[in-house]
């Protein structure tokens, strides 16, 4: 049997004998064709029931895994094939289609949609082939994935994206902090008007020049590691994809952080090239305002910086309080500088929320050297702690771990 393109009305195939045949069409493409943060949006809707997806079609495109439900898993999925193009969908079950699904076009999927994708037939069983006949065995090609559709094969046009007038939107690369003119700290900051509800970008930096360190959450909820492809940060390339877990509450509002990025500096510091770039090569630059209008990111660098002192001490009345050293090297103790004893609680967290350390403990009138052994043992990365007395918090601040 010879199989040809025939354009966008799809493949032809020439069968050399009469007979029947069984059809099984079998597609193998990039997995990331057509696939963005905008499907993820789309899916999350769906699991959550605020915007159930209106068609079979797209059902079928979100089920990532195959299990025949629409879940968190599918999301991960999706998200680590966007975060990194060595990813193929053979690595999450067997028997992978390569990436796509294909629909006998007479067949019918229940009515009303349900919320769990049907079993469908796949194939085209027996298909008889007789002199003077042209039979035909239509499907129609579902891009795993892609919910919305927006994927390019061969001559045919991508599907439409969610807002065809994509405007610009502004980011900034924060630079928060310069300890000793060695390690800095860039947050992803929105500066724009806009609530955001998902954002995904490639980024780019000067390898030569600075070695990443570790990232960390900002001030928006539902930031996790799995927002993040750090597989070449060693060639200078770093993936996000974020999209928010609920809609609601846990949003990217203008003036927060989504996540902070720490760098040694190997290089000049004093050169004023950027330091972080969007780079569309890596990864193309998407965000989403709540009502799904879309736009594009783009970037600048913030190039003032703060001293270390100024982020890490927090005055409260009377009482201030920093880590020291900052950054790590050893073990680190908190300095307290108080005029009155009072029992105060310490906690320290690592670049994601995750407590790593806790401390009671009283102070007195004057300095306060705290030991905190645990430290030194800490793997390279961000880290944060707070200071409470009571429910009142009193100081905070973020550490590096260079090395």
Known sequence: MQVHNTGSDGYAACLCSYGAYDVTPRKVDDARN????????????????????????????ADADLSFSISGSDVAILRQIILDSRIDFSQFYPNSPGGWRFAPKNYIFPSPIPPIPPSFPE???????????????????????????????????????????VKSYPIVFQQESEQSGQIITLSLTNVGGESLEAFQAGLRFDAQRLVLIGVAMGDVEGVTPESFGLQKAQQGE???????????????????????????????????????????????????????????????????????????????????????PNPLTGEARLVVQAVQAEPLRLFLFNAFGVRMGYREFGVSAGRNDILLPETAEWPVGVYSWVLLSGAMRLAEGRMVKPQ
């Open 34 to 61: 057509g696939v963005s943060t905008y499907d993820l949006v789309l899916i999350q809707r769906h699991i959550m029931g605020i915007e159930p997806l209106p068609a079979p079609y797209m059902v079928v495109a």
């Open 123 to 165: 194939s085209i069983q027996d298909l008889a082939i007789q002199p003077n006949q042209q039979p035909a065995a239509d499907f129609i090609a579902i891009k795993v994935g892609d919910v919305n559709n927006s994927h390019q094969t061969g001559d045919c046009p991508p599907g439409p994206r969610p807002d065809a007038a």
């Open 238 to 324: 770093l993936r996000v994809v974020w999209v928010s877990p609920d809609f609601e509450s846990r949003i990217w509002r203008p003036g927060q952080a989504l996540c902070r990025f720490a760098f040694r500096v190997k290089g000049d510091a004093r050169d004023n090239t950027p330091l972080l770039a969007l780079d569309e090569a890596i990864l193309p630059a998407e965000t989403y305002a709540l009502d799904d209008r879309a736009f594009r990111p783009e970037a600048t660098v913030a190039q003032a910086a703060v001293s270390s002192a100024t982020l890490a001490v927090w005055p409260h009345g009377s009482l201030s309080a920093e880590i020291q």
